[in-house]
C-alpha cells in the first residue's frame, strides 16, 4: 500500500485540476492505498463551490469528503483568499503547522508521496 497526499492548489480558472485533484484521491483510496487532501493557494476557494449540492462536482468531493480524505485547508490563504469561514463551515480543520500553512515536510516524513494540482 502506497501514502498519496495530493494538494489541490487549482484556482477557479482549472476547474478540471481541482476535480481531477479529487478523483484521484477517491480511485486511489478505493485501489486500497492511503490518500489525503489539502486544499492550498487559491485551491481554497473550491470548498464554497464544492459544498454547494448544486455544483457540477458536488457529489465527487462529497464522496471523498464522506470517504474522510480531505485532511483540511491552508490556514494563510484560506484567509488570504476570504475563505476561511468557508473552510469552517465545511467541517474542515485549518491547517498550519508551516508558518500558518500545511507541512509538505511532514508529510513527506510520513510517507506520502505529494502530488500537486
Known sequence: MAKFAIVIQAG????????HGL?????LHQGGHEAKVVF????TT???KMEDPGYDYAEVYRQVKEA???SGACRYCSVAFGQEKAVENAGMTLLDEADGHP????LVDEGYQVIVE
Open 68 to 70: 474522510g480524505l480531505i
Open 46 to 48: 473550491w470548498i464554497a
Open 12 to 19: 477557479e480558472s482549472a476547474p478540471a485540476r481541482a476535480l
Open 40 to 43: 492550498d493557494g487559491a485551491g
Open 103 to 106: 507541512s509538505l515536510l511532514s
Open 23 to 27: 478523483l484521484y484521491a477517491k480511485e
